[in-house]
C-alpha cells in the first residue's frame, strides 16, 4: 500500500468517525428551508421601510424596472443594494467565524472580538484623514491590511502572557486592541474632522450601501466563499486536533495560512461596507454546530446562509422598532451576542479550571 493510500485512508477513517456527529438531514434542511427563508426576509426587508411598498411593486422593481416610477428608483438605488449588502456581509462575518474556530479550535475566536473589524476600521479611518477620496477598491485592500494588523497585534499581547495564548487571554488582548484601535480612530476622526464620514463606521449598520461597493466586495467575497468550501474538509481535521491532523498527513501551517487568508479577505471586506458588527461570526458557527455537527462541510455553507439571514432580520428590526428612525444594527445584535459571549466565557473558565 503507496503512502498516498495509506493517508487517504486515514483521512476517510477520521471523517467517517466524525460523521457519527454530523447531521447532514438536518443540514440539508437547513440549507434549503434557509435560503428560502432568506428569499423571504429580502422580499419584506425591500418592501418595508419609512414607506411601505407593494410586493407587487417589488417585484415590477426587479424585472420590469421604470426609472420614472419613483418607487422603483427607491426599490433599485437604496432597497435591493441594501439588503444584498446586507446578506454578503452576514455570510461573511459567520463564515469568517467559522474558520476561525475550526483552525484555532477556539469556542470565542470572532473577528468582531480578535481585533479584526477594529483594526479595518482603523485602516479606514487612516485612509479617510490622509488619502481623501481614494476608490472603494483601494478602501477593500486597506481593510484587509488593517485586519491583518489587528489579529497580528491581538495575537502578539497574547503571547506575552506566561502560559501561553489561551481562548480567555486571546479575547482579553482582543477587547484591550479593539479598545486602542477604536479610540485612535476616533481620535483621528475629530482631529481631521472626518466624524461624519466614519461614524457610520463606528455604528455598524448596511444603510447607505451601494451597488458599486457590491460590485468590487462581490468577487472577493465569493473567491473566498469558494475558497472556504475547498478547504472545508482541511479545517475538520485541523479541528480535531493538530496531532491529529499531524498525523493524518495534514500540512497544518499552510491550511492555517490560506485559511487566514480567507478570513482577513472575508472580514475586511464585510467592514468596509457595514464597519464594526460583531458577534455575526461568534453566534452563527455554534449555532451551526449544534444544528448540524461538526463537519465543515456542512458548516460553512449553513453558516453562510444563516449569517445573512441574522443580519437581513436584523436590518428589518432595526428599521421597524422606531420608525422614521433607524437603530444601529450592531446594536440589535450586540444584545444577543454579548449574553452569548458571557455565556462562553463562564463555560470556557469552568473547562479549564
Not at 434549503?32 to 426587508?45: E, Q, R, W
Not at 497544518?252 to 457595514?274: E, F, M, N, P, Q
Not at 446594536?331 to 451576542?337: K, Q
Request: hydrophobic residues 55%; proline residues 4%; aromatic residues 10%.
Amino acid at each position: 500500500m503507496s503512502y498516498w493510500t495509506e493517508r487517504a485512508g486515514m483521512e476517510e477513517t477520521a471523517i467517517e468517525t466524525e460523521k457519527l456527529r454530523t447531521r447532514p438531514l438536518a443540514a440539508t434542511f437547513i440549507l434549503i428551508g434557509g435560503v428560502i427563508a432568506l428569499m423571504l426576509g429580502i422580499a419584506f426587508s425591500v418592501s418595508f421601510g419609512a414607506s411601505d411598498i407593494a410586493f407587487v411593486t417589488v417585484w415590477e422593481a426587479i424585472f420590469r424596472f421604470n426609472p420614472d416610477v419613483t418607487q422603483h428608483q427607491v426599490i433599485q438605488e437604496l432597497r435591493l443594494p441594501r439588503v444584498l449588502g446586507g446578506a454578503m456581509v452576514g455570510a461573511s462575518f459567520a463564515v469568517a467565524g467559522a474558520l476561525m474556530q475550526g483552525m484555532t479550535r477556539n469556542p470565542m475566536a470572532d473577528s468582531g472580538l480578535l481585533g479584526l473589524n477594529a483594526g479595518a476600521g482603523f485602516a479606514l479611518a487612516l485612509c479617510f484623514a490622509f488619502l481623501p477620496g481614494l476608490p472603494y477598491m483601494f478602501l477593500i485592500l486597506y481593510s484587509f491590511l488593517g485586519a491583518a494588523a489587528g489579529a497580528g497585534l491581538v495575537f502578539g499581547v497574547g503571547s506575552l502572557a506566561k502560559g501561553g495564548l489561551t481562548p480567555v487571554r486571546l479575547v482579553l488582548a482582543g477587547a484591550a486592541v479593539t479598545a486602542l484601535l477604536t479610540a485612535l480612530s476616533e481620535g483621528i476622526a475629530l482631529h481631521f474632522r472626518i466624524g461624519q464620514d466614519i461614524v457610520f463606521w463606528f455604528a455598524g449598520g448596511v444603510a447607505g450601501t451601494k451597488w458599486f461597493q457590491l460590485k468590487v466586495m462581490f468577487p472577493w467575497v465569493a473567491g473566498a466563499m469558494i475558497a472556504a468550501l475547498i478547504m472545508s474538509r482541511s479545517v475538520t481535521l485541523l479541528s480535531l486536533g493538530e496531532e491529529v491532523a499531524v498525523g493524518l498527513g495534514q500540512r497544518t501551517r499552510l491550511v492555517k495560512l490560506a485559511g487566514t487568508i480567507i478570513v482577513l479577505i472575508l472580514a475586511g471586506s464585510a467592514v468596509s461596507v457595514v464597519g464594526a458588527v460583531g458577534f455575526i461570526g461568534l453566534i452563527i458557527p455554534h449555532l451551526t454546530r449544534f444544528l448540524v455537527g461538526v463537519d465543515y462541510r456542512w458548516i460553512i455553507p449553513c453558516s453562510a446562509v444563516l449569517g445573512s439571514l441574522l443580519v437581513i432580520l436584523a436590518d428589518l428590526a432595526a428599521r421597524m422598532i422606531n420608525p422614521p428612525y433607524e437603530i444601529p444594527v450592531g446594536a440589535l445584535i450586540a444584545l444577543i451576542g454579548v449574553p452569548f459571549f458571557l455565556y462562553l466565557v463562564r463555560k470556557e473558565r469552568r473547562v479549564l479550571s
